[in-house]
């Protein structure tokens, strides 16, 4: 089984000003990252608002990150969309660019069966050849991929590891058990990252890596290397802001507390929008706490 990371990697924002991708802005975000330890990036996924990012943009981030990160850490590009066609031409268009891997989402708003999620990502795979890690958010997609379905994707040896962001610790602990040797399963939900590497998870992807990188990797070590009572303490200490990171849609609150950092602008695109005051009090209570 290949491992494309192991611990934890940051869910990589996008700043912008007046409209248009910060690409200082990004340098610093990274640079940041890379100070704390972070060693493994994902690019253009949930985090970043890839959505509202055109195909040239996305390019651009692409490269740019790239020509930053310069070999200190892998790159990994979120390429899923709900048309199977259109995320195997752009996930070819990403391969080109020399990148480490890919993660690709559940089909969003399609509602396709258990049959059908096998057939995407197998043919995703198969036309690609490359390590991907398939992602399941049903929150945001309404559509969960069940355990039988991880491991009918574990047979492809292109499919590498889930990015499990169900919720439901029940499906995670049969898949966990079921996935053993087969697949690697990484937490996609901050607040219960903890829980999963106890489970057999061998890492994260994480929004709270964004303005905590060092911390929400010593949470992992400590688990690692059998420190457990010290790992719940630290992750106790951060489940506030790991909480208050999605009190609006991500990545509204993280990039307030980005902006509170000096890293970027407070800034999002349509239809996101500004954190709201009450909220942003909340969310800064809650880093300054985690990080005292």
């Given at each position: 089984?290949e491992?494309?990371?192991?611990?934890?990697?940051?869910?990589?924002?996008?700043?912008?000003?007046?409209?248009?991708?910060?690409?200082?802005?990004?340098?610093?975000?990274?640079e940041?990252?890379?100070?704390?330890g972070?060693?493994?990036?994902?690019?253009?996924?949930t985090t970043a608002?890839?959505?509202?990012?055109?195909?040239?943009?996305?390019?651009?981030?692409?490269?740019?990150?790239?020509?930053?990160?310069n070999?200190?850490?892998?790159?990994?590009?979120?390429?899923g969309?709900?048309?199977?066609?259109?995320?195997?031409?752009?996930?070819?268009?990403?391969?080109?660019?020399?990148v480490?891997g890919?993660?690709?989402?559940?089909?969003?708003?399609?509602?396709?069966?258990?049959?059908?999620?096998?057939?995407?990502?197998?043919?995703?795979?198969n036309?690609?050849?490359?390590?991907?890690?398939?992602?399941?958010?049903?929150?945001?997609?309404?559509?969960?991929?069940?355990v039988d379905?991880?491991?009918?994707?574990?047979?492809?040896?292109?499919?590498v590891?889930?990015?499990?962001a169900?919720?439901?610790?029940?499906?995670i602990?049969?898949?966990?058990?079921?996935?053993?040797?087969?697949?690697?399963?990484y937490s996609?939900d901050?607040?219960?990252?903890?829980?999963?590497?106890?489970l057999?998870?061998?890492?994260?992807?994480?929004?709270?890596?964004?303005?905590?990188?060092?911390?929400?990797?010593?949470?992992?070590?400590l688990?690692r290397?059998?420190?457990?009572?010290?790992?719940?303490e630290?992750?106790?200490r951060?489940?506030?802001?790991?909480?208050?990171?999605f009190?609006?849609?991500?990545?509204?609150?993280?990039?307030?507390?980005?902006a509170?950092?000096?890293?970027c602008k407070?800034?999002?695109?349509?239809?996101?929008?500004?954190?709201?005051?009450?909220?942003?009090?909340?969310?800064?209570e809650?880093?300054?706490?985690?990080r005292?």
């Amino acid at each position: 089984m290949e491992n494309i990371f192991e611990g934890i990697s940051v869910a990589l924002v996008t700043p912008f000003t007046n409209g248009t991708v910060d690409f200082d802005a990004l340098g610093n975000i990274i640079e940041f990252q890379i100070a704390g330890g972070i060693r493994t990036f994902i690019v253009l996924g949930t985090t970043a608002e890839t959505s509202t990012l055109t195909i040239e943009e996305q390019n651009e981030i692409i490269a740019f990150a790239k020509r930053v990160i310069n070999g200190r850490a892998k790159v990994i590009i979120g390429t899923g969309s709900n048309n199977t066609a259109t995320t195997i031409e752009r996930s070819l268009e990403v391969k080109a660019m020399g990148v480490d891997g890919l993660l690709v989402v559940t089909p969003y708003y399609n509602k396709c069966t258990q049959n059908g999620l096998v057939e995407h990502f197998t043919q995703i795979a198969n036309a690609v050849q490359m390590p991907i890690i398939i992602y399941n958010v049903p929150g945001r997609t309404n559509v969960n991929i069940n355990v039988d379905t991880a491991l009918r994707l574990s047979a492809n040896k292109h499919i590498v590891g889930i990015k499990e962001a169900s919720g439901n610790f029940s499906q995670i602990m049969e898949m966990s058990r079921v996935l053993e040797g087969k697949m690697a399963m990484y937490s996609g939900d901050d607040a219960t990252d903890y829980l999963f590497y106890l489970l057999g998870g061998v890492g994260s992807i994480s929004v709270t890596a964004n303005v905590l990188p060092a911390e929400k990797i010593k949470v992992f070590e400590l688990v690692r290397n059998g420190k457990i009572a010290e790992a719940r303490e630290l992750h106790n200490r951060l489940l506030d802001i790991n909480n208050q990171l999605f009190c609006e849609p991500n990545p509204i609150p993280v990039k307030a507390v980005l902006a509170n950092l000096g890293l970027c602008k407070d800034e999002m695109r349509m239809p996101l929008t500004v954190i709201e005051d009450e909220n942003r009090k909340k969310v800064l209570e809650a880093f300054n706490c985690a990080r005292e």
